[in-house]
């Protein structure tokens, strides 16, 4: 083995390498004795015995300081006659997608009282449906991810997603893994006063919709009757339309012309009556200015990060929307603050998932025809966190 390596230069980097040898197990013996080479390190090893054929390894380690193992996988080979043949060109984070079991320590929040196992309760879409919505699917889709790859973990539980206090020390899920006693944290808001603290991940919520649309074509024997053509025409003015197409120009023009009319004239009728019967005044609040100058009362839901919203907001609606209606009182749950909006009078802010089930349960259908929903906050992704140049960000992003 070349001796003239120094082993400390391997340690928690992510810098290829290249290592010549005639021992492939001396090497694998000499780097599993006190080094960490990260999950994400690109370290390559080209071993041989006659200088003639070489083998290509990469080599890592699962998780050094989680139970990991050190791992040498075969992704080449090099000849003189032949030069470089790659026999693995997939991901480098799919090829190593097995962690081999490692533990590993999440972080997530909850923000009211829960009953029962916690993993179950994270997990669940049965149990106290509407409550901690976020927080639950964020939690499931971060452990999904763990078991992808193989990886086993336990569970911090905090009562914050993480806020600063006065010496700049993080609560919550950001301090859990500020201070090192977590490796990764579920989702939580990008804040520039955390990115000193913590590495974001990739966003948590990403939709792909697939939408096909198979059209067939058949052909019929048309009946070139007076009785086809009344029926066809009928068929058009009552919106069922026809089974026959005319073949020739004039007709298809007649029919196209003859259904134009058919619709406009069923949608005349149809919004006549029920613009009659549905019309109703049009709001007196469309946004909060018009919030902040109505007689309504205002209340939210005791949350950190909406009281964080209010005492740290640059807007000046929701400053002033804050000095004259929401009180310390006017912090409530959900049951009571919607008990409240059921009575008159009063609006109330929640998440939609929180408040709809409520809302279904306790309001009569007029109350529930007299609802109005005005945007609060914008909408924003949370983001995964994970410690300070962790070696399992990149990882997490690819899954």
């Known amino acids: 083995m070349d001796e003239s390596i120094n082993p400390n230069l391997l340690i928690e980097t992510n810098k290829i390498a290249v290592i010549v ?3 492939c197990s001396n090497t694998e013996t000499f780097l ?9 390190v690109d370290l390559t090893i080209a071993v041989t015995k006659d200088n003639q054929f070489w083998e290509i390894f990469e080599l890592y380690n699962t998780g050094y300081y989680h139970g990991g193992k050190l791992k040498m996988n075969l992704i080449g080979h090099y000849s003189n006659y032949h030069g470089y043949i790659i026999r693995e060109r997939r991901n480098k984070y799919w090829r190593r997608k097995n962690l081999g079991n490692i533990h590993l320590t999440l972080a997530t929040m909850l923000s009211y009282p829960y009953k029962g196992q916690l993993e179950i309760y994270m997990r669940s879409d049965s149990i106290d449906k509407g409550v901690d919505t976020m927080n639950r699917v964020g939690y499931t889709i971060v452990t999904e991810c763990l078991d992808f790859y193989n990886a086993s973990w336990s569970t911090i539980l905090t009562h914050s997603w993480g806020y600063p206090d006065k010496n700049n020390t993080f609560d919550g899920i950001i301090g859990e893994v500020q201070r090192k006693r977590a490796d990764m944290g579920t989702g939580v808001y990008a804040r520039p006063d955390r990115i000193t603290y913590v590495d974001y991940g990739t966003s948590m919520y990403i939709l792909a919709l697939i939408q096909s649309v198979e059209i067939r074509t058949m052909r019929r024997n048309v009946e070139n009757s007076w009785s086809e053509s009344l029926m066809c025409i009928l068929g058009h003015l009552c919106q069922q339309g026809a089974s026959d197409t005319p073949y020739l120009f004039s007709g298809r023009i007649l029919i196209f012309t003859l259904s134009q009319f058919a619709l ?4 005349l009728y149809s919004a006549s009556v029920v613009s009659s019967l549905l019309i109703k005044p049009p709001p007196n609040i469309r946004n909060l200015q018009d919030l902040v100058h109505s007689k309504l009362g205002f209340g939210c839901e005791d949350l950190k990060y909406v009281r964080d919203l209010f005492n740290t907001t640059s807007l000046p609606v929701l400053q002033e929307l804050k000095q004259q209606k929401l009180k310390e009182s006017n912090y409530m749950s959900p049951s009571d603050g919607l008990a409240l909006v059921n009575k008159g009078g009063f609006s109330y802010f929640t998440e939609l998932n929180t408040g709809y089930p409520i809302i279904e349960k306790t309001f009569s259908n007029s109350h529930v025809c007299d609802l109005q929903t005005l945007k609060l906050i914008r909408d924003a992704r949370v983001y995964t966190n994970f410690q300070k140049n ?8 690819v899954w």
């Open 21 to 23: 040898n005639g021992s």
């Open 32 to 40: 599993n004795q006190k080094i960490n080479i990260n999950i994400n």
């Open 390 to 397: 962790s070696p399992f960000r990149k990882m997490m992003n």
């Open 264 to 267: 406009l004239l069923f949608q």
